[in-house]
C-alpha cells in the first residue's frame, strides 16, 4: 500500500525505518471513484493527497461554466489546494479524481506535526513546492507565447501521459484550447 510513497520519500531524503513508519501512521487510505470530488469549491482544505493510483486534477470554473484545469497528480505526485490548505481560507477551485484512484491522505495538522518533528518530511515539501512552482512558471511564461499546436508539443515532451490519460476535454482546459482544436491537433501527430 505505501510502496509508492516509500520510493518517493527515500528518492528524496535518507529515512530510516523508524521514521518511515512514523510518516506511514499519518496517513490513511482512501479508494475513489472515477470524478469523485475530493474538494468543493469554497470548502477550506484540511488534507494533502499522495497519489498512489489514478490521477487528480485541481480545476475551477468560469460564471460562464467553462472548466480550466490548473494542476493535474498522477501517481507518486502530492496533491492539494495549496493556498487553502496554507491559510485555511476557503479554495478557489476543485480537487478530483479523473480516474478510479487509490490515494494516500494526511490531515494538515498530521502534515505539520511532520514537518516539525522530521526535518526530512519538511525538505520534501520544500522540493514539492519548488519543483511545483518551476513546472507552474514554465507553463505560464511558455504558453503565453505558444499557439495551440505548440501547447501540444510542449504537453507531449514534458507531460505526455496526460494525453493518453485524460480525456480532450479536460486536457484542453488544461491547455486553453478548444477540444476540437486538439482532437485536430491529436489526429495530425
Not at 14 to 43: C, G, M, P, W
Request: proline share 3%.
Amino acid at each position: 500500500m505505501y510502496t509508492t510513497l516509500k520510493r518517493f520519500l527515500e528518492s528524496k531524503a535518507d529515512f530510516n525505518s523508524q521514521e518511515l513508519d512514523e510518516v506511514y501512521a499519518h496517513f490513511r487510505v482512501i479508494k475513489t471513484k472515477r470524478n469523485q470530488i475530493l474538494l468543493n469549491y469554497d470548502q477550506v482544505s484540511r488534507h494533502y493527497y499522495f497519489v498512489n493510483k489514478g490521477c487528480v486534477r485541481l480545476f475551477t470554473t468560469t460564471k460562464e461554466g467553462t472548466e480550466i484545469t490548473r494542476y493535474f497528480a498522477f501517481e507518486g505526485n502530492f496533491v492539494t489546494a495549496l493556498p487553502s490548505f496554507i491559510d485555511q481560507q476557503p479554495a478557489e477551485e476543485f480537487l478530483q479524481t479523473i480516474e478510479k484512484s487509490e490515494l494516500l491522505c494526511i490531515s494538515r495538522s498530521d502534515f505539520y506535526k511532520l514537518m516539525t518533528t522530521l526535518p526530512q518530511f519538511a525538505k520534501i515539501y520544500t522540493e514539492i513546492l519548488e519543483l511545483g512552482f518551476i513546472v507552474a512558471q514554465k507553463r505560464i511564461y511558455g504558453f503565453q507565447g505558444f499557439d495551440a499546436l505548440q501547447k501540444v508539443k510542449w504537453i507531449i515532451q514534458n507531460q505526455p501521459q496526460l494525453l493518453v490519460r485524460v480525456s480532450n476535454k479536460i486536457a484542453a482546459s488544461y491547455l486553453g484550447i478548444s477540444p476540437s482544436t486538439l482532437s485536430r491537433i491529436k489526429s495530425k501527430l
